[in-house]
């Protein structure tokens, strides 16, 4: 996810450069390649979290359940909504991607214009999800590191005090 932010600073300092205060980009196409690498960059980052995303968001969903509710950010439900949601989606658009990979002409590899084009096509379709990913992924941190401050709701709270070790001398 930090990869994510690093994309995403780094196109919002490229737009602010490029685009009028209306945010109208100054030169059409070259705002367009440079958002289409904005799109694959931030696709590229998310690789490394995609087949672990789901695993993410149920321990974090089994470790909200077991905080104390004083100690959860109301934030956090909403936020795990919308990472699920998002994954959900980022998986379709992955299925359809792999439908129309499969349909180009077997000549279309990474490097010819059919094949990148509808690559980036895919990768525009993802953005918002991914950028879904990196604005509210930070949730999945904040719950994990919140879990072990929790008191245990399955030990007794005498269990937790801590235990004094008095070493025997010989």
């Given at each position: 996810m930090r990869d994510s932010h690093k994309v995403l600073d780094a196109w919002d300092a490229y737009s602010d450069e490029h685009t009028d205060l209306d945010g109208r980009p100054y030169d059409d196409h070259a705002y367009g390649l440079r958002k289409s690498q904005r799109d694959a960059d931030t696709a590229e980052a998310f690789e490394t979290?995609?087949?672990?995303?789901?695993?993410?968001?149920?321990?974090?969903e089994t470790q909200l359940t077991q905080l104390p509710k004083n100690t959860v950010q109301s934030r956090w439900v909403y936020q795990l909504g919308v990472l699920g949601d998002a994954l959900d989606r980022l998986?379709?658009?992955?299925?359809?991607?792999?439908?129309?990979r499969d349909a180009l002409p077997t000549a279309a590899k990474?490097?010819?214009t059919e094949f990148d084009n509808a690559f980036a096509e895919h990768h525009a379709e993802s953005w918002s999800y991914?950028?879904?990913?990196a604005t509210h992924g930070t949730a999945l941190r904040e719950i994990n590191t919140s879990a072990p401050k929790a008191p245990s709701l399955l030990a007794p709270a005498s269990a937790l005090a801590p235990v004094r070790r008095t070493l025997a001398r010989k």
């Amino acid at each position: 996810m930090r990869d994510s932010h690093k994309v995403l600073d780094a196109w919002d300092a490229y737009s602010d450069e490029h685009t009028d205060l209306d945010g109208r980009p100054y030169d059409d196409h070259a705002y367009g390649l440079r958002k289409s690498q904005r799109d694959a960059d931030t696709a590229e980052a998310f690789e490394t979290l995609r087949y672990g995303a789901r695993r993410l968001l149920a321990t974090a969903e089994t470790q909200l359940t077991q905080l104390p509710k004083n100690t959860v950010q109301s934030r956090w439900v909403y936020q795990l909504g919308v990472l699920g949601d998002a994954l959900d989606r980022l998986d379709e658009l992955h299925e359809r991607w792999l439908t129309t990979r499969d349909a180009l002409p077997t000549a279309a590899k990474p490097g010819t214009t059919e094949f990148d084009n509808a690559f980036a096509e895919h990768h525009a379709e993802s953005w918002s999800y991914l950028d879904d990913w990196a604005t509210h992924g930070t949730a999945l941190r904040e719950i994990n590191t919140s879990a072990p401050k929790a008191p245990s709701l399955l030990a007794p709270a005498s269990a937790l005090a801590p235990v004094r070790r008095t070493l025997a001398r010989k």
